[in-house]
């Protein structure tokens, strides 16, 4: 496996850039649409190795993408950690609120890992079926977006997982560690499995008081990846920590990721200005940026959005993306143009 | 009227800081949930001289805030432009969407001006009950953030205002364009009836891609700040673009505002050394940004809030305040020891 992903995460610009979307494998797609069908629920569509490998390689083939990314979720983790998990049509996930007591009774590493052998297969079988020059990228939750599910039951305001911090700091270091630990693991055997890269979703850094941001979003990041590096994996890592905003502030330093997604919100000019260096002294890579409602409303405002990203990422190491996941009522016919606009370069 | 918030507002740093919060008339009062019992719903107590007259002034008989601000909501713009506008309990506000072909049939600024005299009428009675040496707030909704409520019917995630604006692109100017001239007058009504300051919340700031937070964020509030100048109008403005991240990016310079609010996740530092200098070369003012759970938790949760936002503010102009509004949740208990915390300066 080779090809301008992997260069650009080893900091070398790459043009055009390579080009991958999150959630390609999604909703958006019919033939996604008929693979879900044949599961029971969301769950057991992540735990069919043979379902996850399907859908994974459907974007691949219909628009050729430069990177494929696991189908899976990141809820899997406080799935196999114990937790109670269902997902319910058009309203996302729901999980049992953790209570202060439970922290210490959640599952440790090596149960989570013999939970989720059905990913790593998937990731086995996926690297398999691949075009050899397609790298395929492994993910999880960072801590404290699952935490944020774990605490509230559901995604959205972060209001009962700060205040939950703030009123049991012990126990939220606990579990963010427990986290950390978890996805850890979860990370190297998707590594081990074929995963060329590793990405780490913060969906939910928006709103956190700096000192907060350090405490709960960069520290427990910084311990997977120290984790990682300790584990002898060298797979190039992403974190994304949607929302971020000035909280981007040496991001890559105080982590020690190879790449960052930047989101809608951000211009990567901006960002890449304060991100701050990398370990190993290469260039921070960053991931994103644009709009996916371009890509829901076409035309002229699909070729504005792709020119202004690409107006800002000429000589630096960058993987184009969108800011967020592509979303249902995306027509799979922008996503083409939106790959020709981007290939064109122009 | 004068006070060390005005004093901040032209430039010139106040030590201990001049303080007041956002929604400080509000729920976690119980003085506050008694009066909003008499009104038949929201908006009557809003068009209540009267009773917004108390609820304003409650917050600063109880803790002496160094300013009030008017109670009122940024709905009644839409309300007095001919939108139909509720308040469902627990729910928040609920408007009919508007749509593309209604933008033209909106009310003009006289109609407004006319609509909306209990406000003004509340204004006039607030300055003349308030002790002279506080100055009054004036408010209203930045453009993008009133016409988010006005297309979506509600507040939340802006996707449908996104692409409502990607596909209509020129009923989208003309609708934010009508927003600021009705409140370029609704402003200046609000100055001319006492306000001593006068502050534009943009509350939905947050996810915008960068040329979409200039074209509807950034050119409506200089739009409003160009017109209450040209009109005479010599009160200091504050934008609040909630959510803003990296766009904060020449913020004062391009809106042409005094002062600048900073919300919860925004390091205030970070902030001012990239807003960018007010055209007439004073200092630009910032008001925020501490996170308003820790008046929820309190004890240690709050002294350290405080503690890291005075850090942040020695020997520049700034108004301490919350990051966002006070929940009804916080203790009043909670709110007097922060009074004291920030006025004891340490």
Not at 32 to 45: C, G, P
Not at 104 to 127: H, M
Not at 203 to 215: C, I, M, R, V
Request: aromatic letters at 8%.
């Amino acid at each position: 496996v080779k090809g301008g992903f992997l260069k650009v995460l080893a900091g070398e610009p790459v043009w055009p850039p390579p080009l991958w979307m999150m959630r390609q494998a999604g909703r958006y797609l019919p033939e996604y649409r008929e693979v879900r069908s044949r599961a029971r629920n969301f769950l057991d569509f992540c735990y069919s190795p043979a379902l996850a490998t399907e859908v994974t390689l459907q974007p691949i083939r219909r628009f050729g993408f430069d990177a494929a990314i696991l189908f899976s979720d990141i809820l899997v983790v406080p799935d196999a950690m114990g937790r109670k998990v269902s997902f319910v049509e058009g309203e996302g996930p729901l999980l049992e609120p953790i209570g202060v007591d439970e922290v210490e009774k959640l599952a440790n590493p090596e149960v989570v890992l013999q939970r989720l052998g059905p990913v790593y297969e998937a990731v086995e079988r996926i690297r398999g079926a691949l075009p050899v020059e397609i790298p395929l990228i492994g993910f999880c939750g960072a801590p404290w977006t699952v935490a944020t599910y774990m605490i509230q039951g559901r995604g959205g305001d972060r209001t009962p997982s700060r205040l939950f911090a703030y009123r049991n700091p012990a126990e939220m270091v606990l579990l963010l560690d427990r986290l950390a630990d978890a996805s850890v693991v979860h990370l190297e055997a998707q590594a081990k499995a074929g995963a060329n890269a590793l990405q780490i979703f913060e969906s939910w850094a928006e709103g956190l008081p700096p000192a907060a941001f350090q405490d709960w979003v960069v520290r427990p990041i910084r311990r997977i990846v120290d984790g990682l590096r300790q584990r002898g994996v060298t797979t190039p890592i992403i974190g994304f920590p949607r929302g971020a905003g000035l909280n981007l502030q040496n991001f890559a330093g105080l982590t020690g990721v190879d790449g960052v997604g930047i989101d809608t919100a951000t211009s990567i000019k901006s960002a890449r200005a304060i991100l701050g260096d990398r370990a190993d002294g290469r260039q921070i890579a960053t991931q994103g940026a644009m709009d996916p409602q371009a890509l829901v409303t076409g035309g002229a405002t699909l070729e504005r959005a792709v020119q202004n990203t690409l107006a800002e990422i000429h000589g630096v190491p960058h993987v184009f993306n969108l800011g967020h996941g592509i979303t249902p009522d995306a027509d799979p016919a922008n996503v083409a143009r939106f790959v020709d606009l981007v290939r064109s370069g122009t």
